[in-house]
């Protein structure tokens, strides 16, 4: 068994996408390997700035050989066809051929050994095949003619060994070799390396740290020992970590001083531009936890000086980066939030759903119904969406997307506005993740649903769904967020009534878009309308300045059916959305079915039902009970099946009485009632049913599934001893009834037909 040693060295690669290349590299190798039956012990890639490579152990000198046979023609078959046999297995003679009898007659039968392959030569023809279709997200070309490559950067050398001895292969007019080169700086120039052993320690000895994780853990180390040294605390980064790690072969981290008087800037400002135009870490003072002038930059060596120079270098870079900043700071300050707001009718939200003016405008509208449900006041939640998008215009977050909401707070507050107002201007895109922080304030969560309600609404309206692994308009994140809102402030309100409120102010919005493309003649002729012409035309006949009185005129019969329609498409959404949410708890898909099935769309309720029937069905009481439910809704489906109507059984069952209720209905059940077993059923039908009621109201669901546990034993019993199918047809139809009362006190909880158990 032998190793495999592998180096690509060129110019620098760009430090995003070294780890993504590491993998490529890995995946592309074993392929051509495996193709050739090849396997190994271990196999590991490594990368930097200026190498990428993998070192294989274990790896066979030579493929397996392959002994082969083939069934050909009968040996009376004509010739021609053997003539074909012949050249499909590559012999030349049909005494290179056995003969083997069968059935039907005699039978050539070709025996074909191919020796195995050189490992080799294998690799040596893989090699110029990877690099080649080498799939980098961006690559450059250089030279002319046989020698022009296209890779990320221009290659200088390859390694190539086995065992010790130099694969001869080429790429690019590059000839393998085993040598290489060390650290620009605290290198000593090119030398040859005999195996992976050797390679790592020669470039340990040129200044190379290898692997990344080590040099990831020699970056963070170093960055936390400068400012613990400082008396100060690192802000930690992951991202950032990650490509500072891709950009150092010889990690040097040094504590650098920006002018204190950038420390006026919000401090996410400040942090960003680190982090996004010099790749510095931000140091905070761990006894206030606020920003310092401190910042840690990464060297590729070790300076002289200590770092000295290259700290102030940077510091100079930073300072201009910052006065940058502050033009902006300063120049977005003098507008003011409310001057931007009208500048995003300029800006496109969607091209079928108009500007981010029309979104703005329906926002705040359904911030405004959504209020009371959260606790907020209505006039607070209306004006911060109505700022809450405004800061997209602003000079700041043109430069730095990423500051969108953090810095409409910062405007907010400049201008005087409620604290309330401006934190909802910063929360209401939260949360944008599973790790991310719920808006729990009152306003903030206002403005957060109706913004998401809105977008999903809007989405499904242009047909515009998820599909699959697909979601570009991230409407999976915004259901979630939905969910993960209501859940934080128990807020109860249902999803069907929300969209369907919602979605007419969308289909105005569609109708203005639709009527200005055909105005511009923008429309193709093929293009698929969101609404119909007729439709569309009533719309827009209305004042459509107006919102409210557009709004009421556009809930035509038509429009109506439509909105109901989407409305519960969407609610099927967030029924999966809430599967996915509650997963994590051990609430399984069916139970959500089961409980969605009832109708109910207040998703709080839904998650506790839900919660409390896993909870009862985790139990061997729930388990059994399903049981019973199956086999008296099994029976039930056979006998309808048969021709027996429930609905006419019940009439005539409750025909003596005053009043066709449940009560009634167990009374003539009972009057035939003949076993000891079935009076128990009756009795703790009638007990569970009324105490499960009661509980199912008061939103105690626990209550609710501790009623229902009580009805496992008389079931049980019941199905022992009585038969239901009696000769005296009353009987039958009242044990029938009774098996329905089961189904029915089951059901007033959850669909248990849905239950998996």
Same mark, same amino acid.
């Given at each position: 068994?032998?190793?495999?040693?592998?180096?690509?060295?060129?110019?620098?690669?760009?430090?995003?996408?070294?780890?993504?290349?590491?993998?490529?590299?890995?995946?592309?190798?074993?392929?051509?390997?495996?193709?050739?039956?090849?396997?190994?012990?271990?196999?590991?890639?490594?990368?930097?700035?200026?190498?990428?490579?993998?070192?294989?152990?274990?790896?066979?000198?030579?493929?397996?050989?392959?002994?082969?046979?083939?069934?050909?023609?009968?040996?009376?078959?004509?010739?021609?066809?053997?003539?074909?046999?012949?050249?499909?297995?590559?012999?030349?003679?049909?005494?290179?051929?056995?003969?083997?009898?069968?059935?039907?007659?005699?039978?050539?039968?070709?025996?074909?050994?191919?020796?195995?392959?050189?490992?080799?030569?294998?690799?040596?023809?893989?090699?110029?095949?990877?690099?080649?279709?080498?799939?980098?997200?961006?690559?450059?070309?250089?030279?002319?003619?046989?020698?022009?490559?296209?890779?990320?950067?221009?290659?200088?050398?390859?390694?190539?060994?086995?065992?010790?001895?130099?694969?001869?292969?080429?790429?690019?007019?590059?000839?393998?070799?085993?040598?290489?080169?060390?650290?620009?700086?605290?290198?000593?120039?090119?030398?040859?390396?005999?195996?992976?052993?050797?390679?790592?320690?020669?470039?340990?000895?040129?200044?190379?740290?290898?692997?990344?994780?080590?040099?990831?853990?020699?970056?963070?180390?170093?960055?936390?020992?400068?400012?613990?040294?400082?008396?100060?605390?690192?802000?930690?980064?992951?991202?950032?970590?990650?490509?500072?790690?891709?950009?150092?072969?010889?990690?040097?981290?040094?504590?650098?001083?920006?002018?204190?008087?950038?420390?006026?800037?919000?401090?996410?400002?400040?942090?960003?531009?680190?982090?996004?135009?010099?790749?510095?870490?931000?140091?905070?003072?761990?006894?206030?936890?606020?920003?310092?002038?401190?910042?840690?930059?990464?060297?590729?060596?070790?300076?002289?000086?200590?770092?000295?120079?290259?700290?102030?270098?940077?510091?100079?870079?930073?300072?201009?980066?910052?006065?940058?900043?502050?033009?902006?700071?300063?120049?977005?300050?003098?507008?003011?939030?409310?001057?931007?707001?009208?500048?995003?009718?300029?800006?496109?939200?969607?091209?079928?759903?108009?500007?981010?003016?029309?979104?703005?405008?329906?926002?705040?509208?359904?911030?405004?119904?959504?209020?009371?449900?959260?606790?907020?006041?209505?006039?607070?939640?209306?004006?911060?969406?109505?700022?809450?998008?405004?800061?997209?215009?602003?000079?700041?977050?043109?430069?730095?997307?990423?500051?969108?909401?953090?810095?409409?707070?910062?405007?907010?507050?400049?201008?005087?506005?409620?604290?309330?107002?401006?934190?909802?201007?910063?929360?209401?895109?939260?949360?944008?993740?599973?790790?991310?922080? /719920?808006?729990?304030?009152?306003?903030? #969560?206002?403005? !957060? @649903?109706? +913004?998401?309600?809105?977008?999903? %609404?809007?989405?499904? =309206?242009?047909?515009?769904?998820?599909?699959?692994?697909?979601?570009?308009?991230?409407?999976?994140?915004?259901?979630?967020?939905?969910?993960?809102?209501?859940?934080?402030?128990?807020?109860?309100?249902?999803?069907?009534?929300?969209?369907?409120?919602?979605?007419?102010?969308?289909?105005?919005?569609?109708?203005?878009?639709?009527?200005?493309?055909?105005?511009?003649?923008?429309?193709?002729?093929?293009?698929?309308?969101?609404?119909?012409?007729?439709?569309?035309?009533?719309?827009?006949?209305?004042?459509?300045?107006?919102?409210?009185?557009?709004?009421?005129?556009?809930?035509?019969?038509?429009?109506?059916?439509?909105?109901?329609?989407?409305?519960?498409?969407?609610?099927?959404?967030?029924?999966?959305?809430?599967?996915?949410?509650?997963?994590?708890?051990? /609430?399984?898909?069916?139970?959500?079915? #089961?409980?969605? !099935? @009832?109708? +109910?769309?207040?998703?709080?309720? %839904?998650?506790?039902? =839900?919660?409390?029937?896993?909870?009862?069905?985790?139990?061997?009481?729930?388990?059994?009970?399903?049981?019973?439910?199956?086999?008296?809704?099994?029976?039930?489906?056979?006998?309808?099946?048969?021709?027996?109507?429930?609905?006419?059984?019940?009439?005539?069952?409750?025909?003596?009485?005053?009043?066709?209720?449940?009560?009634?209905?167990?009374?003539?059940?009972?009057?035939?009632?003949?076993?000891?077993?079935?009076?128990?059923?009756?009795?703790?039908?009638?007990?569970?049913?009324?105490?499960?009621?009661?509980?199912?109201?008061?939103?105690?669901?626990?209550?609710?599934?501790?009623?229902?546990?009580?009805?496992?034993?008389?079931?049980?019993?019941?199905?022992?001893?009585?038969?239901?199918?009696?000769?005296?047809?009353?009987?039958?139809?009242?044990?029938?009834?009774?098996?329905?009362?089961?189904?029915?006190? !089951?059901?007033?909880?959850?669909?248990?037909?849905?239950?998996?158990?």
């Amino acid at each position: 068994m032998a190793q495999f040693l592998f180096e690509i060295f060129c110019e620098e690669i760009p430090a995003r996408m070294q780890a993504r290349a590491e993998d490529d590299l890995k995946r592309l190798m074993s392929e051509r390997l495996k193709e050739v039956g090849l396997d190994w012990d271990s196999l590991e890639a490594f990368s930097g700035p200026r190498r990428l490579g993998l070192v294989i152990e274990g790896l066979p000198l030579k493929t397996a050989d392959v002994r082969e046979e083939r069934k050909g023609p009968r040996t009376d078959a004509p010739e021609k066809a053997l003539e074909g046999f012949m050249r499909g297995a590559g012999i030349t003679s049909l005494d290179q051929c056995k003969i083997e009898e069968g059935k039907k007659g005699s039978f050539y039968i070709a025996v074909i050994e191919k020796p195995g392959r050189e490992t080799a030569q294998v690799i040596s023809d893989a090699v110029p095949e990877i690099i080649k279709s080498f799939p980098w997200p961006k690559s450059m070309k250089f030279g002319e003619g046989d020698k022009a490559q296209r890779w990320v950067r221009p290659l200088r050398s390859l390694i190539c060994l086995l065992d010790g001895e130099v694969i001869d292969t080429e790429v690019f007019g590059i000839q393998s070799g085993k040598t290489t080169d060390g650290h620009r700086v605290h290198g000593s120039g090119p030398f040859d390396v005999s195996d992976f052993a050797d390679y790592e320690s020669k470039l340990l000895a040129n200044g190379v740290i290898l692997r990344r994780e080590e040099r990831k853990q020699l970056v963070l180390e170093g960055a936390r020992r400068v400012c613990e040294d400082a008396g100060l605390e690192l802000m930690e980064d992951q991202g950032l970590l990650e490509e500072v790690t891709g950009l150092v072969e010889h990690p040097a981290p040094i504590l650098g001083d920006m002018d204190p008087d950038f420390l006026d800037l919000p401090p996410e400002v400040i942090a960003l531009t680190m982090k996004t135009h010099q790749k510095y870490f931000a140091v905070r003072d761990p006894k206030t936890g606020e920003l310092t002038s401190k910042f840690v930059v990464l060297a590729n060596q070790d300076a002289p000086d200590g770092g000295k120079a290259i700290a102030a270098g940077n510091a100079r870079v930073l300072s201009a980066r910052l006065s940058d900043a502050r033009h902006f700071w300063d120049l977005d300050r003098k507008t003011g939030l409310e001057a931007m707001a009208p500048e995003l009718s300029k800006v496109t939200f969607h091209e079928k759903l108009g500007t981010v003016a029309d979104k703005v405008e329906r926002v705040a509208k359904l911030a405004r119904e959504l209020a009371p449900v959260v606790g907020a006041n209505a006039d607070m939640a209306e004006k911060a969406a109505r700022l809450a998008k405004a800061d997209l215009v602003s000079q700041m977050v043109y430069e730095f997307p990423e500051l969108q909401g953090a810095m409409g707070r910062y405007y907010a507050l400049d201008a005087g506005l409620d604290p309330q107002i401006a934190d909802a201007i910063k929360d209401h895109y939260k949360p944008q993740g599973p790790s991310d922080a /719920v808006p729990t304030a009152p306003v903030s #969560a206002a403005v !957060a @649903l109706a +913004d998401k309600l809105d977008t999903l %609404v809007g989405f499904w =309206a242009i047909d515009e769904k998820p599909t699959g692994s697909k979601d570009p308009f991230a409407l999976r994140r915004a259901a979630l967020g939905v969910i993960r809102i209501l859940q934080a402030l128990d807020a109860r309100h249902g999803i069907h009534s929300i969209t369907v409120k919602a979605l007419p102010r969308v289909r105005v919005a569609i109708a203005l878009v639709q009527r200005l493309k055909v105005q511009e003649l923008a429309i193709d002729q093929h293009e698929k309308l969101v609404l119909s012409e007729k439709e569309a035309n009533s719309l827009l006949s209305l004042n459509v300045s107006n919102w409210d009185e557009a709004i009421e005129s556009a809930v035509s019969p038509e429009a109506l059916q439509a909105a109901f329609d989407l409305s519960l498409d969407i609610l099927a959404f967030f029924a999966d959305r809430l599967k996915v949410h509650l997963k994590d708890e051990g /609430v399984k898909y069916d139970v959500i079915d #089961a409980v969605f !099935a @009832l109708g +109910d769309d207040d998703l709080m309720r %839904v998650t506790k039902k =839900a919660r409390a029937l896993q909870a009862f069905m985790n139990s061997d009481d729930g388990q059994a009970l399903l049981q019973g439910y199956r086999r008296a809704a099994n029976i039930l489906a056979a006998e309808e099946k048969k021709g027996f109507d429930l609905a006419s059984a019940r009439a005539e069952a409750v025909a003596a009485s005053d009043v066709d209720n449940d009560a009634a209905l167990m009374i003539a059940i009972a009057k035939t009632a003949e076993a000891a077993e079935e009076r128990a059923l009756i009795a703790a039908i009638e007990g569970a049913d009324e105490v499960a009621s009661v509980a199912l109201d008061a939103e105690d669901f626990e209550g609710a599934m501790s009623a229902l546990s009580q009805l496992r034993e008389p079931v049980d019993a019941f199905f022992e001893a009585v038969v239901v199918n009696d000769k005296d047809d009353m009987v039958r139809r009242n044990r029938l009834l009774l098996l329905s009362r089961i189904r029915a006190a !089951a059901d007033q909880v959850a669909d248990f037909s849905r239950l998996e158990g």
